[in-house]
């Protein structure tokens, strides 16, 4: 079984929660990709959880104002599923 299938149907987020919604302001507000949000999710949750980080980069080369910015979570691991909650954003100077 590949780590991919491993995930699979493994990790969420809580899209009605007030942290899901401070997470798609700030990566609004900073992305200067074409593709929503919406679609980028699952690839995002499964990134992290395969290199077992609790945050992503969203690189200066797709962000609006040429810098690395990284959004945080905590996550939280259930028997069967992992749950991420938005904590933070940082912005790195390059």
Same mark, same amino acid.
């Given at each position: ?10 990790? &969420?987020?809580? @899209? /009605? ?12 507000? +900073?992305?200067?990709? %074409? $593709? ?15 290199? &077992?980080?609790? @945050? /992503? ?12 910015? +990284?959004?945080?979570? %905590? $996550? ?19």
């Amino acid at each position: 079984m590949s780590r991919k299938e491993l995930y699979e149907n493994k990790l &969420q987020m809580d @899209y /009605f929660s007030e942290d899901y919604i401070q997470f798609e302001e700030d990566f609004q507000k +900073y992305s200067a990709m %074409d $593709v929503p949000l919406t679609f980028l999710i699952d690839d995002i949750l499964r990134t992290m959880a395969m290199n &077992q980080k609790n @945050y /992503f980069k969203l690189n200066k080369e797709n962000s609006k104002d040429g810098r690395d910015h +990284y959004f945080y979570f %905590d $996550v939280d691991s259930k028997l069967e599923c992992r749950n991420f909650n938005y904590r933070q954003h940082k912005t790195v100077s390059n």
